[in-house]
């Protein structure tokens, strides 16, 4: 049995009032309970989801409604492909997504290094700017962005999905924020040495640095997965250059939609990202608690 310590005595939990220990026992009780209700709140919208894409299509909207159908029909998610070109669509947004958290957690690692271990004049001020775009909305970017690719005559192609939101001053905050907790004692090392500032960063900063890149990536990722609004924009052939949520889109036509093979395609379209985060969570946990997250 464990033993509670106290400033004064070391307390054996068996030592205390029945009353007490029943006490403790209904509170972990509840709180288990009340867990139980909001995961199963949260959970809700997943398992109709998954239900409803395992329906056959008259029995999506019934009366009274049912979370199962009559059958369970694995060939909608067969279906979903050929009723569109899915895998096309898959394809496009995984080679977007990959490219542009390749190309954002590069630049954020070099900048949060320039912003937090490079000494030059102006750092700080150079910094407060380029975080102040934050405060921008996208949505507010998307009309001059679109007059930029068209100057650029980038309209309709995939580096005008990459390109224009693969540089962010989130992740620049993110990394900056690991470094300072990095002691300036191993910069110091290094340099006795005999290592520049390019060989620090390469073999002693960017190790440690992995959680808090695997952050990036997962956030980056996810957020150019479910772009929405720009490739809306930009993308004038769905069909060759549509990413996932213009290719869910197509599943609502004038002839009505096919609810159970939207809810299939929704399905799939999550895998890369579930996947994502199960290969990450190691590294996920500790990112956050680095990277200022963690509510520190």
């Given at each position: 049995?464990?033993?509670?310590?106290?400033?004064?005595r070391?307390?054996?939990?068996?030592?205390?009032?029945?009353?007490?220990r029943?006490?403790?026992?209904?509170?972990?009780?509840?709180?288990?309970?009340?867990?139980?209700?909001?995961?199963?709140?949260?959970v809700s919208?997943?398992?109709?989801?998954?239900?409803?894409?395992?329906?056959?299509?008259a029995?999506v909207?019934?009366t009274p409604?049912t979370?199962w159908?009559?059958?369970?029909?694995?060939?909608n998610?067969?279906?979903?492909?050929t009723?569109?070109?899915?895998?096309?669509?898959?394809?496009n947004?995984?080679?977007?997504?990959?490219?542009g958290?390749?190309?954002?957690v590069a630049?954020?690692?070099?900048?949060?290094y320039?912003?937090?271990?490079?000494?030059w004049?102006?750092?700080?001020?150079?910094?407060?700017?380029?975080?102040a775009t934050?405060?921008?909305?996208?949505?507010?970017?998307?009309?001059?962005?679109?007059?930029?690719?068209?100057?650029f005559g980038?309209v309709d192609?995939f580096?005008?999905l990459?390109i224009p939101?693969a540089?962010?001053?989130?992740?620049?905050?993110?990394v900056?924020q690991?470094f300072?907790t990095v002691?300036?004692?191993?910069?110091?090392a290094?340099?006795?040495?005999?290592?520049?500032?390019?060989r620090?960063?390469f073999?002693v900063m960017?190790?440690?640095a992995r959680?808090t890149?695997?952050v990036?990536?997962v956030?980056?990722?996810?957020?150019?997965w479910?772009s929405?609004?720009w490739?809306?924009?930009?993308?004038?052939?769905v069909?060759a250059?549509?990413?996932i949520?213009?290719?869910?889109?197509?599943?609502?036509?004038?002839?009505?939609?096919?609810?159970?093979?939207?809810?299939?395609?929704?399905?799939?379209s999550?895998?890369?990202?579930v996947?994502?985060?199960i290969?990450l969570?190691?590294h996920?946990?500790?990112g956050?608690v680095?990277?200022g997250?963690?509510?520190?």
């Open positions: 049995m464990t033993e509670l310590t106290s400033s004064n070391t307390i054996n939990p068996r030592a205390l009032p029945r009353t007490h029943q006490t403790g026992r209904v509170r972990h009780a509840v709180g288990y309970v009340l867990l139980c209700l909001v995961a199963l709140l949260f919208p997943l398992i109709y989801m998954v239900a409803t894409s395992l329906k056959p299509s029995d909207f019934t409604p979370l159908g009559s059958s369970i029909e694995w060939g998610y067969a279906q979903a492909f009723y569109l070109p899915f895998a096309r669509f898959i394809l947004g995984v080679f977007v997504a990959a490219a958290t390749a190309i954002n630049v954020a690692v070099l900048s949060g320039a912003f937090s271990r490079l000494r004049r102006g750092r700080n001020t150079v910094f407060i700017l380029f975080l934050l405060m921008i909305p996208q949505d507010v970017l998307v009309i001059p962005m679109y007059v930029m690719m068209q100057g980038w192609t580096q005008a990459i939101w540089f962010t001053a989130l992740g620049a905050f993110l900056r690991f300072l002691p300036q004692e191993l910069d110091d290094a340099r006795v040495d005999g290592a520049g500032a390019i620090t960063f073999s960017l190790p440690l959680p890149m695997a990036l990536a956030f980056s990722f996810i957020a150019y479910n929405f609004l490739p809306l924009v930009i993308v004038n052939d069909e250059r549509g990413t949520p213009l290719g869910l889109q197509q599943f609502f036509g004038q002839q009505g939609s096919e609810w159970n093979l939207v809810m299939a395609a929704s399905v799939i999550m895998l890369p990202t996947i994502l985060l290969l969570q190691k996920l946990v500790k956050i680095t990277s997250l963690g509510g520190r």
